[in-house]
């Protein structure tokens, strides 16, 4: 079975780094692109980032450009981001999901909580 | 980026039901356009991709159609399992947008 397990969420202060990290089993983690999604406790979907399958190619949403950085390491079946000069805005659970047809979300972790306050 | 708007925001209705929710892009997406079901304290789940592909175990009662900008989920006789928060989202081009979501409740 498809399992991805995200991993890293903390309370953290303002101006902080961190690194959320997302472990892919059940499937050839190799022949995917990959995303990362956030979503504020309460609140809607925010899509965040998406890594090709052999990190080439990168997207960013505006909100976190420049701060946060993905990657992925296929040797570990692993994906990960960077997380720079983070704000209280930035609090959020955190999901990681694997890009199936047509670039759709066809699985989904279950989610890592970041907290960013003082 | 693309924007995408969902109505209604939030929905009212009854077991055995049908109801319907709309998704417009601010450009065409090509049916690059994704459903998803969220329940209370669970991640999203994938309904439909390309606006009218049932993804593998999804019951039939959901359908998906449209086209260009415009594009509705409908949810057929609907089930006590099925309120939940429903979001589209473009796959067209980065960045993925979502739509502010669908609050279906009893």
């Known amino acids: 079975d498809v399992q991805l397990v995200e991993s890293g969420g903390v309370v953290i202060q303002p101006g902080g780094s961190l690194r959320l990290s997302c472990a892919a089993s059940?499937?050839?983690?190799?022949?995917?692109?990959m995303h990362w999604v956030r979503q504020v406790p309460g609140k809607g979907l925010e899509w965040v980032s998406r890594?090709?399958?052999?990190?080439?190619?990168?997207d960013y949403a505006d909100s976190i450009k420049g701060r946060f950085t993905i990657s992925r390491d296929n040797s570990k079946s692993s994906l990960y981001l960077q997380m720079n000069s983070l704000r209280p805005e930035d609090t959020a659970f955190y999901y990681c999901?694997?890009?199936?047809?047509?670039?759709?979300?066809?699985?989904w972790g279950q989610g890592t909580l970041v907290t960013v306050s003082s | 980026d693309i924007q995408m708007t969902q109505s209604p925001s939030s929905l009212s209705a009854s077991v055995g039901d049908s109801v319907t929710i709309t998704c417009r892009a601010s450009?065409?997406?090509?049916?690059?356009l994704n459903w998803y079901q969220q329940k209370p304290g669970t991640a999203p789940n994938l309904l439909i991709h390309?606006?009218?592909t049932l993804q593998s175990g999804v019951p039939s009662r959901f359908s998906g159609s449209g086209s260009g900008t415009d594009y509705t989920l409908t949810i057929s006789s609907l089930q006590p399992e099925d309120f939940a928060t429903f979001y589209c989202?473009?796959?067209?081009?980065?960045?993925?947008?979502f739509g502010q979501g669908t609050k279906l409740e009893i």
């Open positions: 999901a694997r890009g199936g047809y047509g670039s759709c979300l066809d699985f």
């Open positions: 059940g499937f050839d983690f190799n022949d995917y692109r």
């Open positions: 890594i090709s399958w052999d990190g080439s190619s990168i």
């Open positions: 450009q065409d997406i090509n049916s690059y």
């Open positions: 390309a606006a009218s």
């Open positions: 989202q473009q796959s067209y081009s980065a960045p993925n947008t």
